[in-house]
């Protein structure tokens, strides 16, 4: 049982390796097991609020934020 996961910010590296990917539904769990280091198995035995709280990691880690300074 994984009771703790380490997860990393996204890089450009990230992006690039599942852009080749054909939907969303592939890129995205190929995307979260980069992240985490687990494998796309692993991510299928995740439950539901689990996954979206990963989800839920990776927007606001990908987000951009622009900013103006005066």
């Not at 852009?19 to 198995?41: D, K």
């Amino acid at each position: 049982m994984l009771t703790e996961l380490t997860v990393r910010r996204p890089k450009v590296g990230d992006i690039r390796a599942v852009s080749g990917l054909n939907t969303e539904a592939e890129q995205e769990p190929a995307m979260m097991a980069r992240i985490t280091g687990l494998v796309p198995e692993d991510l299928d035995e995740f439950d539901m609020v689990d996954y979206k709280a990963l989800q839920d990691f990776f927007s606001r880690s990908s987000a951009v934020t622009n900013r103006v300074s005066r």
